[in-house]
């Protein structure tokens, strides 16, 4: 019978690997740390404020997946709640050829996707509550003698560039209503 390895300095029991998470989080939660989205009391600042936001048209089609995106962000169940706050959005998608073969041919598409947005209420003063911008990049392997491939990997790279950027935008204004509870309606 063989003995039992003594244990080694730093290594845990598997309770205290369970427990090390929870650790953390009260720790984070004496910082000050705590989800945006949590609700306190009837709802969370953040979810209140933007189901009150109205998404301004974006235009061409990769606008037309960024509001889309947006939309579904802002307000997830779809009730439509009044809108005491306008969202204009500009859109930039740029593309880039890399990985370039010997005769010229890109073998790899880059797409980078950039928006700048401002928050203004709604009303006859329209003032600018706050603005930022959100950027993301993403691409495609271009295929030989394959067009339509080519185009549909194009497609959903818009795609996802729209929603990562939506993603940005979104927490940059549930960060805003944190700091900024809009009043009870």
């Known amino acids: ?5 003594p244990r080694r300095a730093g290594r845990y029991t598997p309770r205290v690997k369970r427990a090390l998470p929870v650790l953390a989080l009260l720790a984070l939660a004496g910082c000050g740390f705590h989800p945006v989205y949590a609700t306190r009391g009837a709802t969370a600042p953040a979810v209140a404020g ?3 936001i109205d998404v301004a048209l974006i235009p061409e089609r990769f606008g037309q997946l960024t509001r889309e995106a947006l939309q579904a962000r802002l307000e997830p169940d779809g009730a439509g709640t009044i809108h005491r706050f306008r969202l204009v ?6 593309t880039d050829a890399i990985g370039v073969r010997p005769d010229s041919v890109p073998t790899h598409v880059r797409l980078i996707g950039t928006a700048s ?6 009303g006859p003063t329209g003032a600018t509550l706050a603005h930022g911008t959100a950027r993301d990049v993403d691409g495609y392997d271009v295929i ?11 497609e959903a790279v818009q795609r996802r560039i729209a929603k990562a950027l939506a993603s940005q935008i979104a927490l940059q204004l549930a960060l805003y209503f ?3 509870p809009p009043p009870p309606t």
């Open 1 to 5: 019978m063989c003995p039992v390895p």
């Open 50 to 52: 933007l189901s009150q």
């Open 89 to 94: 959005t500009n859109l930039g998608l740029a």
């Open 117 to 122: 947005w401002t928050l203004s209420s709604e």
């Open 144 to 154: 030989d003698q394959q067009y339509f491939a080519a185009d549909l990997a194009n």
């Open 178 to 180: 944190e700091k900024h």
